[in-house]
């Protein structure tokens, strides 16, 4: 439901339909030749003599359009500050010297309300903080050495019917930033700023994997098996199959199967959807990015992770060095200057809780479960959970916390990746390693897994823990061992948050700050609708 009108608001719309009553469009369909605030602020050469422009106005060498931020009225003229996506300027009307395009001529004055309107007034009165106007003008120095435009004519191309927040009294309600984050964008800069590197950022990956040989491919959203992680699907109807199918937990099987069919190094910017619950570190919705590269295995990864972040900090022009806050707003600092730690998983974990995890394998679900509540550690659901499972939120109790520079974690217990290829040394671990930062982890890769019928027999395995109800267990996906039985070449896998990267690098301590417009449960306690 809308937020009911104020007086403002009211008053605004009365006016919106006074323009329309005059013959004003203030809704545009169009604005072509739009100068950006940067481009302008750079055209020293084009700078004109203020007295002249008070005594004949603009020729109109400029045209552009922006959002009116600021309004402020002196007699004969009236400033704003105006703002696009780019910077924010000045902008000055002085009285006889600007006309007002209605859309369908141009005038001096108007009869509105009916009353007759110059051109200055309807710029005073009917042009508010909010709206956006085009306008031809001159650009000039104020006395105080303000660079300014000068308006020789302006039109109406869209009116804001609620006011912009105050500047000084801007929203501090985080749950309120989020929901109307269009707001917080234009009126905090580090808001906006955060948003544009996040889109620096994912053109910077694509420069680098294109520099790499990589591929860039789509893979669905819908599936017909809940496989390419451990985590608890949302489950959605298709109608016209009359068959229930998941919403993607990662691309990991599709990509995967794009290699079988000679695609040898492929990437995707990929929307998953785990249906888990949520905190600071972790949503139900969220954008990664995963590649598969034959022939390398997880070793290569690590090198061409160390590579990836060398060029996305040169590129961005990122310090290396920053403060991070911990999840108790602790700040700490980051090196992330290459090379990286490498921290060994199991030996860890052992160090840590004085649990062999490696011994365990999935028929000791009883025993694993027993040995970690011996050793003082529990938490909700363990009572359901799977060998695997168990052996995941062990590890972020006692190791993952306490990593705060970017580190490999390596050698996992085999039975923790049903896709990830046995070492060849030890048949109990897996070739794959983790990036963890600040304790989250940013980045998971492997030497993926091959062999059909061992894939088979880990999907199988799988599925045992599903029918016990750990519901974080990865599903079986036939398609994907069909594929896989018509030969895959040897590869390693690699997938990176994108909201958990951008939130360390950009000082959130929550991935919200991230996410242009996170999902929120509706306001007031408002019911959902029945259809």
Request: charged content about 30%.
């Amino acid at each position: 439901m809308l937020p009911s009108y104020s007086n403002e608001s009211k008053d605004r719309i009365k006016k919106i339909n006074d323009l329309k009553a005059a013959g004003v469009i203030p809704y545009a369909n169009h604005f072509h030749w739009k100068q950006d605030i940067d481009y302008i602020r750079k055209q020293e050469d084009k700078i004109k003599d203020v007295k002249e422009l008070m005594e004949n106005g603009a020729v109109g060498e400029f045209k552009t359009a922006w959002r009116m931020m600021l309004t402020r009225s002196m007699w004969k003229l009236i400033f704003a500050t105006i703002q696009d996506h780019t910077w924010k300027i000045q902008i000055c009307f002085m009285k006889d010297k600007a006309k007002f395009n209605t859309w369908r001529k141009l005038v001096d004055s108007l009869l509105i309300d009916g009353e007759e309107k110059s051109a200055h007034k309807i710029a005073e009165k009917y042009i508010l903080a909010g709206d956006y106007v085009g306008v031809i003008w001159d650009l000039f120095l104020t006395k105080h050495g303000e660079l300014t435009i000068f308006v020789k004519e302006f039109q109406i191309l869209s009116k804001a019917v609620r006011p912009l927040p105050e500047k000084f009294h801007w929203i501090t309600d985080k749950e309120t930033l989020y929901r109307q984050r269009y707001l917080d964008m234009t009126m905090n800069e580090e808001t906006y700023n955060r948003f544009l590197l996040r889109s620096k950022f994912l053109k910077v990956i694509r420069e680098f994997y294109d520099k790499h040989g990589f591929i860039e491919i789509e893979t669905p959203v819908l599936w017909n098996a809940a496989s390419g992680a451990a985590a608890k699907p949302f489950i959605t109807h298709h109608n016209d199959f009359d068959l229930d199918v998941y919403l993607r937990i990662a691309p990991e099987v599709n990509l995967k199967k794009a290699t079988v069919g000679r695609f040898e190094r492929v990437f995707e910017i990929s929307r998953n959807f785990r249906n888990e619950g949520s905190d600071p570190s972790h949503m139900q919705e969220f954008t990664a990015i995963e590649h598969y590269a034959a022939w390398w295995n997880y070793e290569d990864n690590m090198k061409f992770t160390e590579e990836m972040f060398d060029y996305i900090f040169e590129k961005l022009n990122l310090p290396k060095k920053m403060m991070i806050k911990d999840k108790d707003g602790n700040e700490k600092e980051i090196d992330w200057s290459t090379p990286w730690e490498r921290i060994d998983y199991i030996k860890w974990v052992k160090e840590k809780s004085w649990i062999d995890i490696e011994k365990y394998s999935m028929e000791d679900e009883e025993k694993l479960r027993e040995d970690i509540k011996k050793a003082g550690y529990t938490w909700e659901w363990i009572e359901k959970q799977w060998v695997t499972t168990m052996i995941d939120y062990l590890y972020k109790k006692v190791l993952r916390p306490s990593i705060v520079w970017p580190a490999f974690v390596y050698n996992y217990p085999a039975t923790m990746q049903p896709l990830a290829r046995h070492s060849d040394e030890n048949e109990n671990i897996v070739e794959q390693f983790q990036v963890v930062v600040n304790g989250w982890e940013i980045i998971k890769a492997y030497s993926e897994l091959v062999d059909p019928i061992e894939q088979k027999k880990k999907f199988d395995e799988q599925s045992s823990a599903l029918e016990r109800w750990d519901e974080e267990a990865t599903s079986g996906d036939d398609e994907f061992v069909l594929a896989m039985e018509y030969g895959m070449p040897p590869q390693s896998g690699w997938g990176m948050w994108i909201e958990r990267i951008l939130a360390l690098l950009t000082g959130q301590d929550n991935l919200r700050d991230v996410f242009m417009f996170p999902l929120m449960k509706p306001e007031n306690g408002e019911e959902k609708k029945e259809k």
